[in-house]
């Protein structure tokens, strides 16, 4: 296990729920952390930019009277996800918000830019960069990275092709800081083989999905409840990256997923007031075949926990 900064170090349970676009709220990061796993949200699910401020007090307002009355449970940190590309005209105003607030972990994704990374290290926070193979690790590294997001196949929404294994074991042959792992996790014992891979967290998103908690329609926790990996289409139409959705919301919309064209990549859209994705087009890992019921945040971190200590206790006779 890698030497963790401060912030990573006292999360009690090694998961870190992923940003999820429109669905993750403070509602849901406050449950995540209060349950003991990191929540996170993206800064552009404020709308409009002005409600980021507000959303901040109200997270670091409610952990830090969580922790007050509960000092014997303290809650995990929280992280903003910020989108780190040209097409992202409020990056410079959301990560104001966040040096404002102090956010403990600050999450990257489709860019690595340097001065990011010391406005978060000016006031102490931890900058997590998601990458999809080996090469953009070693870039964000370089660009002063702290940590990063492995996103191997089977993640949801934007992912990699690279199976977790190979991920992972070549970023460990270089990399001994905090490294989280992305890729159909949705049990304790998938979080557990995470960590037996040299990954110190995993970072789950769909699971979340299906919460009493998490933004999203009804219909879609309850297709991500009914659905399985044969469910899953990787396609780049909807934002220009490839990623990982479901096939029953591809033709709620009138498409068929099997032939879906190609986009052009130079035309990326990550969630404009004009986006069908993700408010349609349903975003989700193929992981998803473990979760079963939509229960609450405190529930599901519960279980997982059950599940980790029933995988752990399977393995101690090896």
């Not at 509602?27 to 930019?49: D, T, W, Y």
């Not at 997001?149 to 905090?178: C, M, N, T, Y």
């Not at 709620?252 to 408010?279: H, Q, T, Y």
Request: aromatic share 8%.
């Amino acid at each position: 296990m890698s030497k963790l900064p401060a912030a990573l170090a006292a999360v009690p349970f090694p998961v870190i729920g992923s940003p999820l676009f429109i669905i993750s709220t403070p509602k849901l990061v406050i449950a995540q952390c209060i349950a003991g796993v990191v929540g996170s949200m993206p800064a552009l699910n404020a709308r409009p930019a002005s409600q980021l401020d507000e959303w901040l007090a109200e997270i670091t307002e409610a952990l830090a009277a969580h922790n007050k009355a509960h000092p014997d449970r303290p809650a995990a940190p929280f992280a903003i996800n910020q989108i780190v590309h040209k097409s992202n005209d409020r990056l410079e105003h959301d990560m104001g918000m966040c040096v404002k607030y102090k956010v403990p972990i600050i999450i990257t994704s489709l860019g690595a830019r340097e001065e990011i990374n010391q406005a978060a290290h000016s006031y102490g926070g931890v900058v997590l960069h998601d990458i999809i193979n080996n090469k953009f690790a070693h870039k964000a590294i370089e660009k002063g990275a702290d940590g990063l997001v492995a996103v191997a196949a089977g993640a949801g929404g934007h992912a990699g092709v690279k199976s977790p294994f190979a991920l992972v074991q070549e970023i460990r042959q270089w990399f001994d800081g905090p490294l989280a792992l992305s890729g159909s996790i949705a049990s304790g014992s998938a979080i557990l083989a995470a960590l037996a891979m040299g990954a110190d967290f995993a970072y789950i998103g769909s699971a979340f999905i299906a919460t009493d908690e998490a933004r999203a329609a009804e219909e879609y926790k309850q297709c991500i409840v009914d659905s399985d990996s044969d469910d899953i289409i990787y396609s780049n139409l909807f934002t220009g990256v490839h990623g990982n959705y479901l096939a029953p919301s591809v033709r709620r919309a009138g498409m068929d997923p099997d032939n879906l064209p190609e986009s052009d990549p130079s035309k990326m859209d990550f969630g404009g007031d004009k986006s069908k994705a993700w408010k349609d087009i349903w975003g989700s890992g193929q992981g998803i075949g473990a979760i079963n019921k939509v229960q609450s945040t405190a529930d599901l971190v519960s279980q997982f926990k059950r599940e980790f200590a029933e995988a752990k206790a399977r393995l101690a006779h090896y």
